[in-house]
């Protein structure tokens, strides 16, 4: 059984949460998200907590309901805080700008990358070389980039292209003479 989808999800002051059938909405400050949960999985509101059952014993009802109760914490994160994502372009001559609703990646092709920006996102350039993703759906905001990243992923010789920060890119030497 999952150890995850026993917790029940508290919904904190500020944020209105209804559940519809499968139907599960969210609205705080930062927006109104809603999650469908699948049919195997059993969603209640009670004393404002959501909490998440398995309706059948099945195994793909007990696979599914940890997912359903991190969805939807994520709605409940995603309309308080919100998530972000940070991304870092190394390389001679790469660089990020905003242009208006678009941002404008300079990636050492022939020609300027210009990604529009979806709704719902907001995509910041604090330097050059840096480029946030926030907004309040996880999934989109990941989404996002990881579309900004497979521009140029980073390639393993001289570590050039778009990474998330932190993350490891795994070096190889170069040839030998």
Do not use: C, W
Not at 22 to 35: A, E, S
């Amino acid at each position: 059984m999952s150890r995850v989808g026993k917790k029940p999800v508290t919904v904190p002051s500020g944020v209105t949460a209804t559940v519809d059938g499968q139907t599960v909405k969210m609205k705080g400050p930062k927006g109104q998200l809603q999650f469908i949960v699948h049919d195997d999985v059993e969603v209640k509101l009670e004393n404002g907590q959501v909490k998440v059952k398995p309706r059948t014993e099945t195994n793909r009802a007990r696979a599914l309901y940890g997912t359903a109760r991190a969805q939807v914490a994520n709605l409940v994160e995603g309309v308080t805080k919100g998530f972000e994502k940070k991304l870092e372009i190394t390389g001679v001559g790469y660089r990020a700008a905003m242009q208006g609703k678009n941002l404008q990646l300079a990636l050492g092709y022939s020609h300027d990358v210009i990604y529009p920006i979806p709704e719902g996102i907001t995509i910041t350039v604090p330097k050059p070389t840096e480029i946030t993703v926030a907004g309040s759906d996880v999934q989109r905001v990941g989404q996002v980039a990881a579309e900004i990243r497979s521009y140029r992923p980073p390639e393993p010789y001289k570590g050039k292209g778009v990474k998330y920060v932190g993350e490891f890119i795994f070096r190889k030497e170069g040839k030998k003479k």
